[in-house]
């Protein structure tokens, strides 16, 4: 990258103890019961202003509805009780981890309320507290500031999305998250995996941490210069961070081109004037088009001077018409069509310059935008574009974008300002003393770095393999294996090269302790080789338990003679290639049909003894 980066990144752990203003577990629960109908709008705050990314949500005119779970959800989830007193782990907890990021802990927290009206929180708002500020953590030698620790609750899930309503569950709404801000000083992609890699190590330290997916989710605040800040909200997979970087700042760098590209053109400010223009398209073909006018909508078009090539120009490098087409589905339209991408979709040439007349595009960079929906939601679709390409003259806008699974991102709201923020009145402010930071001090959990030196002098291991383990969480597994059935280099196999295979298949491997402890009582039984654990995590994975995903692995026990005669069988086969590679250069290549036809029922340094007896039975 040519251009200097500025990167911080948000990182919001949920923290393994019951809910946060309850006794209710913090579970998840793939049922839903109930159905409490709400309708949110934003207040203002002290001074009177309203959060422009709650008005934005507003504007959307969403209905929510809430599906209660039982043990997971109560009167408080529901807002119809006034919050319980502050779940005392869960502040130890985020004491705890302040301490091991040097950072200075407040006197006296408070709780404040954070608006949010997008449906996730059954209030409107979500009770957040600020712990500690002012830390620090160390990555390659690089010291990253740590500008603020809270503590803060979960919102609800989202199950269900329709044109006018959206469903969440209760069951995750409470339960306490760790959130931790760093200070904008990364530079570039990679050292922003690497300070969400070392920030989450010393969450896990804490061991009350809740594993898997969706429990700890990672916000990045990413500008460029001449840029602005955008936040893509809620990444879950750690190694795509580097991804979500990089597009980011490619795709600010590319609005910027845009900018100047309008600049030199001296395109001005658009003014928002919608043309009917359905008569065009009675007799087109488009199913797009044909499937709304079937519906009694409307096609719907406006003007866009000297926009022409820069919504889908220069080989697709410039793309306003994809954030033309975000904002349009914020007002609940599948989409737009602009003039970039015409002919396609089946208009023809021929509808195009039927929209250009109407229009009265004569000009050589003029272009236009169309929206097929019901008439009030094209015209709503359209406003909203409008502003975008209006936006477009001045740079950059700040706003929240939401991560996509092939590291891309799309417009979710502007960003929130302060005015979101106001005190929290059912919480009594906590006092945190001199003698309680002492305490927690004097009882720090090992840190990490401690743990790598540890791991290396106890079990040999190399600097790489022991960061690996800490960074996955492992280290009380590896060790708890390594204590009952010694096998060092077997477990180091599986959490270090299946663990990362699997993961590349994309395979959640967040197996539970006990599984993993029962392969390895299994391993110790013969009952398999360990040849056979990858596939049998695999079976695993699917959703089947151990001992059936040894039985449909066909790992059934086979004895020695077995074997014998297994491998016996193959020698045979492949004499004459033996004889002319000669015993010693024929043992490696004959491996893997033999392991192919045993399936990991016999242990591969066993398996690779026996080859070698065979094939000195048949040269002599």
């Known amino acids: 990258m040519t251009d200097k980066l500025i990167c911080g990144i948000e990182i919001h752990q949920q923290l393994d103890t019951e809910k ?18 709400r309708e949110l709008r934003p207040t203002t705050n002290e001074t009177g202003e309203i959060d422009r990314a709650a008005l934005a949500q507003f504007q959307r005119n969403f209905g929510y509805r809430y599906q209660s779970v039982p043990e997971s959800s109560c009167l408080v989830e529901l807002d119809e009780e006034p919050p319980h007193e502050v779940n005392t782990k869960a502040m130890e907890i985020a004491l705890t981890f302040s301490k091991m990021m ?34 620090e953590i160390n990555v390659n030698e690089k010291k990253i500031p740590i500008l603020s620790i809270c503590l803060e609750e979960d919102a609800c899930r989202k199950i269900k999305t ?7 569950r209760l069951d995750r709404l409470g339960i306490p998250l760790i959130e931790v801000a760093t200070g904008p000083n990364i530079e570039t992609p990679e050292e922003c995996m690497e300070v969400a890699l070392k920030i989450g190590t010393y969450l896990r330290a804490t ?8 429990t700890i989710r990672e916000d990045l605040n990413i500008s460029i210069p001449g840029g602005a800040r955008v936040e893509i ?32 053109r ?63 589905r914020t007002k609940s339209v599948n989409g737009i069509l602009h003039s970039d991408e ?37 015209k709503n679709a359209l406003k909203a574009v409008i502003e975008r390409v209006n936006i477009a003259l001045k740079g950059i806008p700040e706003e929240t974008r939401d991560p996509l699974p092939d590291g891309t991102s799309r417009y979710s709201r502007p960003l929130p300002g302060s005015s979101r923020m106001y005190p929290e009145t059912d919480i009594p402010p906590i006092e945190i003393t001199k003698e309680r930071i002492d305490e927690i001090h004097n009882n720090l959990p090992e840190l990490p770095d401690e743990t790598e030196k540890r791991l290396m002098l106890l079990y040999g291991l190399n600097t790489q393999q022991a960061k690996q383990i800490i960074h996955q969480g492992n280290v009380d597994l590896f060790e708890k294996v390594i204590k009952k059935y010694g096998m060092i280099s077997v477990a180091v196999t599986i959490f270090l090269n299946v663990y990362g295979e699997l993961e590349h298949e994309g395979i959640n491997v967040s197996f539970s302790d006990d599984l993993v402890m029962s392969i390895f009582e299994m391993l110790k039984k013969d009952r398999f080789a360990k040849e056979a654990i990858p596939d049998l995590l695999r079976e695993v994975a699917s959703g089947v338990d151990l001992e059936t995903a040894v039985n449909k692995c066909g790992l059934l026990a086979i004895d020695l003679s077995e074997a014998v005669q297994v491998i016996a069988q193959v020698v045979k086969e492949r004499e004459k290639f033996i004889i002319e590679k000669g015993s010693l250069a024929s043992i490696k290549p004959l491996m893997g049909p033999v ?11 066993k398996v690779s003894e026996i080859l070698a007896n065979e094939i000195k039975k048949l040269t002599g």
Not at 26 to 32: A, H, I, K, Q, V
Not at 248 to 255: F, Y
Not at 269 to 296: G, P, Q, Y
Not at 358 to 363: A, G
């Open 20 to 37: 946060l203003f309850c006794s209710c577990k913090s579970c998840l629960s793939d049922d839903g019961y109930g159905s409490i109908y």
């Open 207 to 214: 061991k009350s941490v809740k594993r898997g997916i969706g």
């Open 342 to 378: 015409l002919p396609n979709y089946g208009i023809d040439k021929e509808y195009v310059d039927k929209i250009n007349e109407r229009l009265e595009i004569t000009k050589e960079f003029d272009a236009f935008v169309i929206c097929a929906a019901n008439e009030e939601k094209a």
């Open 102 to 135: 040097k950072a200075h802990i407040v006197d006296e927290i408070h709780f404040m309320r954070k608006i949010v009206v997008d449906g996730s929180n059954t209030s409107g708002f979500q009770r957040t507290a600020l712990i500690a500020t002012n830390g």
């Open 266 to 328: 001296k395109v001005e400010e658009v003014e928002f004037r919608a043309i009917d223009i359905t008569d065009i398209f009675i007799n087109c073909k488009s199913k797009v088009v044909k499937d709304i006018l079937s519906k009694r909508g409307r096609v719907i078009a406006a003007r866009l001077p000297g926009f022409a090539g820069v919504m889908n120009g220069a080989d697709g490098t410039l793309r306003l018409g994809s954030e033309m087409a975000q904002r349009a």
């Open 162 to 168: 329709t044109d006018e309503e959206i469903t969440y």
């Open 595 to 605: 392991m192919k036809k045993l399936r990991g029922k016999i242990d591969g340094k």
């Open 233 to 264: 909200k809620g990444i879950q997979e750690l190694r795509l961070i580097p991804l979500y970087v990089q597009n980011e700042a490619n795709r600010q760098r590319m609005l910027l081109n845009v900018k100047s590209i309008l600049a030199e």
